[in-house]
């Protein structure tokens, strides 16, 4: 055979073996990413929920109004009782204001500078909401220079009926740094949202510079996918204006904000791994090529030029 010959029996073995089992590699490589792309989608609806119940369980200990005075009987005990939840609180409880079924204000007590301008609790939408559904209502203030705030109203029930309201501006720096926390071991952004897809805080204190920033679109897409859908939490792989984004969002119980994490797939902890399909590509290739000059060896061992033929 000559050497001309002799590279084209190995080439031409190596391409029969290579081509399939490239095709077959590609199929691997691209499951295995679209797996690990499902593994991370899960983690992250893991986090995400976890950080739910997280906000959720700190909304109800630290900003529920109602709790401060749900043992109070009497219009003396429910006025002690807001006063010492501000003193106690003034980094939460920036004001606070005791209200009739009708609206008219009872009492109002505030942390010591912590409020420039007064509010009508009952001209607020929160009392609205309140007043109509029998239920916590509240609407999140966005300041130019100070962290968000919660103006909330809360029905006090006797008998069934709304004895009093109790309504208030809750700070939100609290609850902005327990999510900023949460979100620390985050690849992307980890936040909260209002109903209208506007920051509470992020792990990447993007609230703070701007306060009242829009959540990222991928985010809000979710969000009222999730809501169509009536599902407390989603999660999936957006993709807007020609790029992907892994994001997960959770409902906050009682609420209707959303705790969300936002990553690009390029930065998923999970995508490191895949070093690992390309090597067993790779080791497939060389054993091919190996193959290939091992068969070339044996055919000129067992087909050698110029011996006779078997005998009839």
Partial sequence: MTSKNKYLFISAVAGLFLVPFLILSRHF?????????KDTLRYMELR????AGIVSDVLNLD?????AVQSASGDAAVKAALSRRVRENPFICSELALLSPAGRELARYSAESAVK?????SSTQAFEGAR????????VEYGEYTPPALVIAEP????????YFVAGRLSLAYLGEVVRLMGRNSYGNFGLVDPGGQIIADS???SIVKPGLKAPPEVIKMVQLAMEREVPSFSAEAF?????????????????????????????PARRPQAWAWRVVASGVALVLVFAVFSYLLAVRLLKDGEPGPQA
């Fill in 240 to 268: 807007l204006k020609g790029r992907g984004r892994l994001v997960s969002v959770s409902n906050v119980n009682g609420s209707r904000w959303w705790v969300y994490e936002i990553v690009n797939p390029a930065d998923a």
């Fill in 63 to 67: 900003y529920s109004l109602s709790r």
């Fill in 132 to 139: 109509r559904t029998l239920g916590p209502a509240g609407a």
């Fill in 117 to 121: 301008t007064r509010l009508d609790y």
């Fill in 48 to 51: 995400t929920s976890a950080g």
């Fill in 29 to 37: 490589v691209y499951g295995e990413g679209e797996l690990r792309k």
């Fill in 204 to 206: 990447m204190s993007m």
């Fill in 156 to 163: 006090l029930m006797r008998g069934g009926k709304p004895a």
